[in-house]
């Protein structure tokens, strides 16, 4: 009996490893280039769920410099990060956006969520 082995060389989405392999990769890849900034590295490594990251942070100044070093290290392992929502500079006009199934009013920092279906 002859044994061939093959060697996936792009990860496929949509599969049921898909999450797992992300992480993996994600992992890796902050693991490997922890010292760029191990501040904004650790903060990342802890935040990511499946494609979205949720991190809280004190001030502006650090919200520049967490989204200039992501962006920058992720770009750096093939990641293309997008989308940033803040809440900062406050805005009472703010819009109320969709984020990890729960709606989030940046005006006044609310998390909600609808249970409708519970009546169901």
Partial sequence: MNTKFFVMLEWFFGVRSSPFLLEAALKYHLAKNCDVDPFVTKRLSNS???DNILISVHNESELKRLINVSNE??????????DWESSAPRDVNSKTIDFLGLKWNKSYEILSINLKWLKE
Avoid: S
């Avoid at 290290?73 to 997008?82: A, P, Q, S, T």
């Fill in 48 to 50: 990511f769920y499946v």
């Fill in 73 to 82: 290290l992720m770009k750096k392992g093939g990641f293309e990060l997008r």
